[in-house]
């Protein structure tokens, strides 16, 4: 994940410092944790990697103040509980594989694109969308970007049994 990338999952424009990194760390954590936000996982999976990014980090981000992380947890959270999907996350981008063709109108309604020469859907926000015509291919861009695949979890809350004594 890039600097730039790693601003607007924060949601950080003008300056950037460690200590403005890390309040925004703490908030996007409070707000997208897996106890509060079902698609929680994946996203603080983002939010620590946009952290490591920018820890130490002092500049400017010229980017206007970003709402990137609530698009992104919209689109996670309108997919999350669907069957035969993977769910690939590539720096900011979200990818999607699998046995898609079944859930194509709600992949369309959460925002999601074809990419038909990488056969995968993705997401980015309409408004961070890429000047690129998408050259690159999936290894490529996971070797430029990393790449995780969260665990899938039919039931996120674990039920906890008193202790037997």
Not at 52 to 69: A, I, R
Not at 84 to 93: N, P, Q, R, S, T
Request: glycine fraction near 6%; proline fraction near 4%.
């Amino acid at each position: 994940m890039n600097v730039y990338d790693a601003a607007r999952i924060l949601g950080l424009t003008g300056e950037i410092n460690p200590k403005i990194v890390k309040k925004a760390f703490r908030e996007a954590s409070k707000k997208y944790h897996p106890d509060v936000n079902p698609a929680g996982e994946e996203l603080m999976k983002m939010i620590n990697e946009a952290y490591e990014v920018l820890k130490d980090y002092s500049g400017e981000s010229k980017d206007e103040q970003s709402n990137y992380s609530d698009l992104l947890s919209e689109a996670l959270n309108a997919i999350i509980h669907l069957d035969d999907l993977m769910i690939e996350i590539c720096g900011a981008w979200i990818w999607i594989t699998g046995n898609t063709k079944v859930h194509k109108t709600v992949l369309k309604e959460a925002g999601f694109y074809w990419a038909s020469k990488k056969k995968a859907w993705y997401f980015r926000p309409e408004a961070y969308r890429s000047k690129h015509k998408g050259s690159k291919s999936m290894d490529h861009i996971r070797t430029k970007y990393g790449s995780v695949t969260p665990a899938r979890h039919t039931n996120s809350h674990k039920t906890l049994k008193p202790y037997d004594r």
